[in-house]
């Protein structure tokens, strides 16, 4: 069988999770402003949310580097999504008993099989083809993950928040079983997408159990010293793209994660309306960018292309930090758009030219992915100490500014002594 046709199935099927993953964390932008509703939380508190979600990745992907090593891609697959199910059904007691610590829980374990997926899928992506078009091919299997990244906001706003929001006044002047149903209400409508979530799961456990996967190997001949270790660092492109990985994962998580408080903040938008638009306009923009930006690398060199897009989001961010009113709200949502190729584009050049070491190379690259728990916390924290979630955004900003450094100098791959 032609190698293209023998990859073919096993390619659709791993791109398949790149949605997954994008559901998980494009979901965080819904419920924390709504589990700040329903559990009473300050800022800084809903954003444990995205702590508990890439804390699991920090703590998940060396272990899941491993047990794709000893086991192979299939066995890590299928172990992840059955994580992933299992932590989605842990929402409905969550909701029962509204208590924040068991909905942190939940998100922790689901990340964890996320963990597993993502550990697994981009190396596995870059490796079934030439290696010559590897960053093309990832940026086209994560353009489907922009598809779950703008439903998931379109989805959870319409079917989580409520579009009740009652001011500290009125909470006041409910009763004490008046506030308990009220609150309890809130909570209870995570139920049923969560568990449709879970059933999604086991379909896709089921289409991978069906099918044979090939385990392919990278190419040994480009592999350099000793294999799956730390000593993968002795490259400076890939310390390099852990960095940049972290800052672009924490950006990315930080300006989504904020926004309805953002638009609320500034323009006094409805909750709802604010989940609508990032879902309809800025992850559609996010989605576009996927797909564009794999076209764009068949004639701009991809690290060109992401210091590009690096300088845009700078520009832009500046440009919501100093204005008021909607057109700030509008520059935030331009932002997704320019951030659409990073992930991939940073991974792709973070693994190049490590043979058999790429495994360990991409446990520790999925492991930067803790960014996505820092930065919102430290955003959070400006927000509650300066009363201004516009404020907090000068930190994403920040983070695009080390992204670029990586696309200009960073990226290079340097001898290294024996």
């Known amino acids: 069988m032609p190698t293209k046709n023998k990859y073919l199935i096993p390619f659709i099927l791993v791109t398949s999770l790149f949605f997954l993953w994008a559901f998980l964390h494009n979901l965080n932008p819904i419920l924390i402003p709504h589990l700040k509703k329903a559990c009473e939380l300050s800022d800084l508190e809903s954003a444990f949310i995205d702590s508990a979600v890439y804390l699991g990745y920090f703590l998940i992907a060396i272990p899941a580097g491993l047990f794709v090593h000893k086991y192979g891609y299939k066995k890590g697959i299928i172990f992840g999504l059955m994580l992933y199910a299992f932590g989605a059904l842990l929402f409905i007691p969550a909701a029962s008993t509204r208590e924040y610590f068991f909905f942190l829980v939940a998100l922790f374990i689901i990340a964890s099989g996320a963990t597993f997926l993502e550990t697994i899928a981009n190396p596995y992506i870059t490796i079934l083809g030439d290696p010559s078009t590897s960053e093309q091919r990832l940026n086209f299997a994560q353009s489907f993950n922009g598809v779950g990244a703008f439903l998931a906001p379109l989805l959870g706003s319409k079917f989580i928040l409520s579009g009740i929001e009652h001011s500290n006044a009125e909470l006041k002047k409910m009763s004490p079983q008046q506030l308990h149903d009220y609150l309890g209400f809130e909570a209870s409508t995570v139920k049923i997408p969560y568990l449709v979530m879970a059933c999604v799961i086991v379909i896709v456990i089921i289409l991978f159990l069906m099918t044979k996967l090939p385990e392919v190997q990278a190419d040994d001949s480009a592999a350099h010293g000793t294999k799956f270790s730390l000593a993968v660092f002795k490259f400076s492109h890939v310390k390099w793209a852990v960095i940049a990985e972290l800052c672009y994962v924490g950006a990315q998580v930080g300006v989504g994660s904020f926004f309805v408080r953002f638009s609320k903040y500034l323009m006094d938008l409805p909750e709802k309306q604010a989940g609508y638009w990032w879902g309809s ?68 050049l973070g693994i190049k030219g490590l043979g058999e070491e790429t495994k360990i190379a991409s446990s520790f690259l999925v492991m930067s992915i803790i960014g996505g728990g820092i930065i919102p916390l430290i955003m959070g924290f400006i927000s509650d100490k300066t009363g201004s979630i516009q404020t907090a955004y000068i930190v994403p900003l920040i983070c695009f500014i080390f992204i670029l450094y990586f696309a200009v100098k960073g990226y290079k791959i340097r001898p290294v002594a024996n």
């Open 281 to 348: 306009i800025a992850m559609v923009g996010f989605m576009v960018g996927r797909f564009s930006g794999t076209f764009f690398m068949r004639y701009i060199k991809p690290a060109r292309l992401l210091a590009v897009y690096a300088t845009i989001n700078i520009l832009l961010l500046a440009f919501a930090l100093i204005m008021h009113g909607s057109i700030a709200v509008y520059a935030v949502m331009v932002v997704p758009f320019f951030m659409s190729i990073m992930f991939p584009t940073i991974f792709a």
